[in-house]
């Protein structure tokens, strides 16, 4: 019987196993250097982008104007009041992930999750400066020598760099770009910079320096939702076993024709795996599902003359067929199929449904409060007359002139504070700056006798533009009862 001492004690904390991925070209490693390449340029370049909107608005391509309440993409400008235009592009990137996971898995983690791209950008930075596998492997057990602080120092200062810029493009999404470099770097730019970007060069150079695969594994969320949503035909990285197994060196497949697998247990789809997983041990919540193991395992393949794809895409239901001998889905029917045509329908019905209403939204807008205190004001002439506060919104980068009017109520005539009854009709004209709201007041009088609350609409029509046009449903009040 073992002894209380020689029992193991379980512990809830395992200490970490550092990975250090070896090199390995191919054609999906080929793929995630287009992808890392383009992503990266997107996220430095896209604030340095101009984009002429008229000397009303900011030349800067994409802008969130937090001070002023703006969006800026392009050719698209997006008011606080219009904020169902950014749910729904969020909605459609929810759906996008939904239909990349149900067609090729995680391939979302594998290529463009901001996590995976800047750790493999630090991963060619570990390269650089400490070598390949083998030479990180002995560097982390060396000792601490002056040599081994240098590297470290100089390498963590690469990470320092690149973390810091990750944080300073991130700031320049929120104000002009040149302007705010030129503001960071003479110490005038607003406190929350500074702070933005300190959090932010922080999270990088820790996340993406230090903890990696830990967060893919860990922290974050998305691998157990992104496993609820695939099935059985979803594409994945798969090691096909009933080929593989059982595992055995060259020599001994020599030495015992027919005993063995095409795995030569080399251990490479281990090696050069990103977040140190072993692929052969069937799905898990590890692999990110980059496909760095099938570019190992194809040249371990060609090397030794056995047939590509020992480690492969596919899915389950081609994995039982193939396993039984018989030939799988063709790729189009496995990618087209009823769940991912539904996610392509929704997502482009949302799409196109933002596109037309883009297209068609007005470019004015306005809208009435009425006044409460006073309620309504009797008039000497037995009129009454209502207040409002009237906003009218001028979204184009130049000014209007703006035309106000009225509907169903009868004998009813508007004077605006800057006016008098006197001049009062049925309509007034007023001018609006550019990519702006102006605030004014309007009193509208009618007869007294009448309901004593009567529905009727304030309308705004652009002077330069007809069609461009807007209302409000509004209502009069009146002393008295109904006559």
């Known amino acids: 019987m073992n002894s209380p001492e ?9 200490k970490r196993k550092s990975v250090h991925p070896q090199r390995i070209d191919g054609n999906f490693r080929r793929l995630k250097w287009v992808i890392m390449a383009l992503t990266l340029a997107i996220y430095y370049i896209t604030p340095w982008l101009r984009w002429d909107r008229g000397p009303y608005a900011p030349d800067q391509a994409v802008l969130v104007d937090l001070a002023n309440r703006r969006f800026y993409m392009f050719g698209i400008e997006i008011w606080p009041h219009e904020f169902y235009y ?12 939904f239909l990349v996971t149900s067609a090729v898995g995680r391939a979302w983690c594998g290529y463009t999750c901001p996590q995976t791209v800047w750790t493999d950008v630090f991963q060619h930075v570990d390269r650089f400066v400490d070598g390949d596998r083998n030479a990180r492997m002995r560097l982390d057990k060396a000792p601490w020598t002056a040599g081994k602080i240098s590297r470290r ?36 730019a ?12 922080a999270t990088t150079f820790i996340l993406g320096g230090f903890m990696r695969e830990q967060v893919c594994i860990y922290m974050c969320p ?21 080929r593989g197994e059982p595992r055995g060196s060259l020599k001994k497949a020599e030495a015992q024709p027919g005993s063995f697998g095409d795995c030569i247990d080399c251990n490479q789809c281990v090696a050069v795996c990103p977040t140190g997983i072993d692929i052969r041990e069937g799905p898990q919540i590890g692999c990110i599902t980059c496909a760095l193991c099938i570019d190992a395992c194809d040249r371990v393949m060609d090397q030794v003359g056995r047939p590509r794809g020992l480690i492969d895409y596919a899915t389950l239901e081609d994995a039982d067929l193939e396993k039984a001998g018989k030939p799988h889905s063709p790729i189009l029917k496995t990618l087209f199929r009823p769940r991912t045509i539904l996610y392509t329908a929704i997502w482009s019905a949302i799409g196109l449904a933002m596109l037309f209403a883009l297209g068609n939204r007005t470019r004015i807008d306005i809208s009435a409060n009425h006044d409460r205190n006073p309620v ?7 009129h009454v007359r209502n207040s409002y506060t009237v906003n009218l919104r001028n979204m184009e980068n130049r000014p209007r002139e703006m035309i106000i009017g009225m509907t169903a109520l009868q004998g009813g005539v508007m004077w605006s504070n800057s006016g008098s009854r006197d001049g009062a009709g049925q309509s007034l004209v007023t001018k609006v700056a550019p990519d702006s709201v102006a605030r004014l007041r309007v009193y509208v009088a009618a007869p007294g006798e009448g309901p004593a609350r009567e529905d009727f609409a304030l309308t705004v029509t652009a002077s330069d533009d007809p069609e461009a046009k807007d209302m409000d449903e509004i209502f009069f ?6 006559q």
Do not use: C, H, N
């Open 190 to 201: 607003a406190p929350v910079a500074y702070a933005s970007v300190g959090i932010l060069t």
């Open 376 to 382: 309504y004001v009797q008039l000497a002439d037995g």
């Open 6 to 14: 020689t029992i193991p004690q379980a512990t809830l904390y395992e």
């Open 477 to 482: 009040e009146r002393s008295g009862t109904d």
């Open 153 to 188: 120092l100089f390498k963590w200062s690469i990470y320092l760099f690149i973390a810091f810029w990750t944080g300073g493009a991130w700031i320049m999404y929120f104000a002009d770009a040149p302007t705010l470099v030129v503001d960071f770097w003479a110490g005038q």
């Open 222 to 242: 998305w691998p157990r939702i992104q496993t609820a949503m695939m099935d059985e035909k979803s594409l994945t990285v798969t090691y096909k076993d009933w």
């Open 86 to 97: 950014v749910a729904g592009m969020l909605v459609m990137a929810g759906i996008g992930l």
